[in-house]
C-alpha cells in the first residue's frame, strides 16, 4: 500500500522551544493533508486540514498561531509547534490522502516529549 | 456528547473465543464508516471498511446499524496476535475529515 512517512519518530524539546515535525507521501501525490494528535488513552483529534498551496484549516479550539502548518508541495506537510509548553507533549499523526484512489493513509506518528 | 463514543474495555478475551463490541456516532449524516486497529504507540492501521450491507473479512465482521447509528466488529476465533486498540472512525462528508473513537482495548488470552 501507499507510504507515508513522518520525521521525527520521537523528540524530546525544551518548554519555550518551537518543534517541527515533516510529513511526506511517498508514492503518491497528496493534495490534502491531515494532522492529528492523540493523548494517552484518548482518540485522535483532527487538529487541522492542509491543503497544498493553500493556507490551512485548523479545528475549533486549535491555534493556528501555535502549531504552523504549511503543505508546499504535493508530497509534503510540516507542522510547527511554537513555544512548546508540556501539556503539548502528544503523539501527532499526519494522514495524506491519495486522490487518484480516495484513500487516506497515516504516517506513523511523533512522539513529542516537551520538558 | 462526544461525536463517537465505544467502551474502552479492555474486552478480556480467550484465545479462540468470539469478541464484539459496538461504536455510536451522534452525526446521522455521516456518510463512511471504518474499523482501525492501532497497536501500543502506533499509528492506526485500516482493518476493514464498514458497508451498509455489511461485510466480512476472514475472521472480522463488521456491521452497519443506521438507524440506531451504531457500527460493530465482531472477531471469531480470536488470535494472541488480534491483541490491540481498535478505533472506530467515521467520516461525516466528503473532504475526508475523520471523526475517530478513542478505541476499544481487546486483550486475548492464551
Known amino acids: 500500500g501507499a507510504v507515508v512517512s513522518q520525521h521525527p519518530s520521537w523528540v524530546i524539546c525544551k518548554s519555550g522551544t518551537s518543534v517541527k515535525i515533516e510529513c511526506r507521501s511517498l508514492?503518491?501525490?497528496?493534495?490534502?493533508m491531515f494532522w492529528y494528535r492523540q493523548f494517552p488513552k484518548q482518540s485522535l483529534m483532527l487538529m487541522a486540514t492542509?491543503?497544498?498551496?493553500?493556507?490551512?484549516?485548523?479545528e475549533q479550539g486549535v491555534e493556528k498561531d501555535k502549531f504552523l502548518i504549511n503543505h508546499a508541495s504535493l508530497t509534503l506537510s510540516t507542522l510547527t509547534v511554537t513555544s512548546a509548553h508540556p501539556e503539548d507533549s502528544s503523539f501527532y499523526i499526519c494522514s495524506a490522502r491519495d486522490m487518484a484512489v480516495y484513500e487516506q493513509y497515516f504516517g506513523p506518528g511523533t512522539r513529542l516529549t516537551v520538558t | 456528547r462526544k461525536e463517537v463514543e465505544q467502551d474502552p474495555g479492555p474486552f478480556n478475551v480467550p484465545e479462540g473465543a468470539t469478541v464484539a463490541f459496538n461504536c455510536t456516532y451522534s452525526?446521522?449524516?455521516?456518510?463512511?464508516f471504518f474499523w482501525y486497529r492501532q497497536d501500543c504507540r502506533k499509528e492506526p492501521k485500516l482493518l476493514m471498511s464498514v458497508y451498509s450491507s455489511g461485510n466480512e473479512d476472514g475472521r472480522f465482521t463488521a456491521q452497519l446499524n443506521r438507524a440506531s447509528q451504531y457500527i460493530s466488529l465482531l472477531i471469531r476465533d480470536s488470535k494472541l496476535s488480534d491483541s490491540a486498540t481498535y478505533l472506530c472512525a467515521v467520516k461525516g462528508d466528503s473532504w475526508g475529515k475523520f471523526q475517530f473513537g478513542a478505541g476499544t482495548q481487546v486483550v486475548v488470552t492464551p
Open positions: 492542509s491543503n497544498e498551496g493553500s493556507k490551512a484549516t485548523y
Open positions: 508514492d503518491f501525490q497528496a493534495t490534502t
Open positions: 452525526n446521522s449524516a455521516s456518510q463512511s
